[in-house]
């Protein structure tokens, strides 16, 4: 059985793709993550996610109920005014889902919480289904889609009637709906449809290797991509700095090369560049995600394969409390009466 260095190491003996460093080249971290991911051929999975309500959401949220009862207290006490005061805060919401994959095809089931009926989590489904086998009493709630290949469309079934009839259809693709989001390492095609998740969607695109880091007291392979520079036509910038300052969206990846390079953090953020330097100014005011995963050894059929047990997914906005620095602040910056924030 490979491990990942040994792995590794038979690929740069093979292809003799590291570069002058001695450092993995991108392409053996993809193959050596391909590889693991490949273990995972005939598997069944179950898996959860859990949507915490987003801050802004939570600030309209008091800033309704203040003003409901600022304006009860001030004598204006209508329906309205108490519906504002008495509203419930937003709650977390979540979705779940299993998938079953063998020799014969894949079969993919989906549950959405705002479905009547909706199953819970310890509550599987026997997959595979057939339609015989589907039933809406049953099932209410499960959407299942069920291919032999991704060169096959998509059969679907889902647990609501229409008219005394059992809902499906044959689709083209999965749809493009958060809810309907692959699991890490086992999304299938990118043209396949369905939300890839972010593992396999990091290596759908060829990455910079950007050397040994250190991450929480552990050495990590950093990869990452940048995209094309942002149009100065949606940014404040003076025009007497177009073409030094520049903003690129960018992903950076920490890869673990203990579990096959499978990333235990995934960063999309902006990085601003002045004739050619990276440069901070405006860490506040660009919204980024961040991914963070804890990955574990599982056994299948007596195989080691490296898998993430859990994963947070962080969206990060403008805080209110922010005062800047912001992108028109860059001259000031740039020439020293704007100071750089504290990172």
């Known amino acids: 059985m490979f491990t990942p260095q040994l792995f ?3 690929l740069v003996m093979m292809s003799g793709t590291t570069d002058e ?6 392409e053996e971290m993809k193959a050596a ?5 490949n273990s995972l051929n ?15 959401a939570i600030h309209s949220h008091e800033y309704q109920v203040s003003v409901g009862k600022d304006n009860i207290k001030g004598g204006r006490g209508d329906a309205v005014f108490e519906r504002m005061a008495n509203s419930k805060p937003p709650e977390a919401t979540g979705w779940w889902g299993q998938l079953v994959r063998n020799r014969t095809g894949t079969q993919l089931a989906f549950v959405n919480p705002l479905n009547a009926g909706t199953p819970k989590p310890d509550e599987p489904l026997p997959l595979p289904l057939t339609s015989e086998q589907f039933q809406d009493d049953l099932h209410n709630g499960w959407s299942i889609f069920g291919w032999a290949d991704a060169n096959e469309p998509v059969r679907c079934m889902i647990g609501q009637r229409h008219r005394g009839l059992l809902a499906g259809a044959v689709l083209q693709q999965l749809p ?9 390492l086992l999304s299938p095609t ?7 998740h972010p593992f396999d969607e990091l290596f759908d695109h060829d990455l910079e290797a950007m050397g040994e880091v250190d991450l929480e007291g552990r050495r990590y392979q950093l990869v990452q991509s940048l995209a094309e520079p942002i149009p100065y036509s949606q940014m404040e910038i003076p025009e007497s700095l177009h073409g030094r300052y520049q903003v690129f969206p960018r992903v950076r990846a920490w890869l673990d090369p203990e579990h096959w390079y499978l990333p235990v953090r995934i960063e999309s ?3 601003v560049q002045f004739d050619g330097a990276e440069v901070k100014v405006n860490k506040g005011s660009i919204s980024d995600r961040v991914l963070t995963a804890e990955l574990d050894v599982i056994d299948i059929d007596g195989q080691q394969v490296s898998y993430p047990k859990q994963l947070v997914v962080e969206t990060r906005r403008i805080d209110p409390t922010y005062q800047g620095p912001y992108e028109d602040d860059v001259v000031g910056i740039l020439n020293g009466t704007v100071p750089l924030p504290d990172y």
């Open 190 to 196: 990118k043209n396949f449809g369905g939300v890839r």
């Open 269 to 271: 953020d902006n990085m």
């Open 176 to 184: 493009d709906s958060p809810e309907f989001q692959f699991p890490p």
């Open 21 to 26: 460093s001695g450092q993995a080249t991108f």
């Open 33 to 37: 993550y391909l590889q693991n991911a």
């Open 8 to 10: 590794l190491l038979s």
């Open 42 to 56: 005939s598997v069944q999975a179950r898996w959860s996610i859990k949507k915490t309500p987003e801050i802004g």
